[in-house]
């Protein structure tokens, strides 16, 4: 039994592993089955330092796993699922928590988790003014603007702007990150972009080990050439 690791599949999956008995192997990046049958699976722990092989030995087998730590396959219409209907009396039920209010943030363009491409900013950029630069650079590449946890914890932009560990997982074809270091919990939310571009003023920033393409130099030289530089292709 599959979830996701969402704020509902994070509810769910204890309770309903509890109520089977069973044991759930939680926030896992990787699953398999080995040749018993039995999942395999793979979960960041220690802050994202280190990752634990775990191995369910009860079954159902019940893992949740990261949203986006799988690239989905293409439709294959020959393969076919049952629906089952199920009947289900809520009014049985005695609710032991009453939902309020549900606040939505709506993000006007693309969504970042959705996002071809992604323009995150760290602590480097020094305020919130510079992330209008990636939002622009963003909007010119049809992708979306995230943040390291530095720039969230520091009050620049929104907390559901951040990658990583305790963010959001991206895999887009394109991160561009800016002034960022490459902590191993920042890299955990975005290790899995195809391509991983960098800019940052110290050619010894961890980033550079996992970019692609990296740029040493100051963001607010490299930045305005680059926005210059698409503005003219557009
Ligand atoms: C349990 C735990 C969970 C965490 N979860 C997350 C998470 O989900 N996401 C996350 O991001 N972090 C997370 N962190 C924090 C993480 O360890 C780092 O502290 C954080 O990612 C650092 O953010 P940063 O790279 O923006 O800042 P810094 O590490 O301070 O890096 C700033 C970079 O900007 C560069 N720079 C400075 N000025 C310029 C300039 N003018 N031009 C170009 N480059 C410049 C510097 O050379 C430096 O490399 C977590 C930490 C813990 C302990």
Known sequence: MLLARTALGRELGPRLAARLGVSLLPDCVAVALDADGALLAERPVY????LARLRSTTLPHMASLRPKAYAPLPPDPSRQGEVVPFEVDLDAVTPQVTVRQVVRHDTPGVKLEDARVVVAGGRGLGGPEPFR???????????????SRAAVDAGWVPGHWQIGLTGKTVTPELYLAVGISGAS???AGCAGARVIVAINKDPQAHIFRVARYGIVGDWQEVLPALLAALRARR
Not at 47 to 50: A, E
Not at 133 to 147: I, P, S, W, Y
Request: negative net charge; without cysteine.
């Open 185 to 187: 919990q920042h890299l």
């Open 133 to 147: 630069l990636l939002e622009e650079l963003a909007g010119l590449l049809g992708g979306a603007v995230g943040a």
């Open 47 to 50: 802050g994202g330092n280190v």
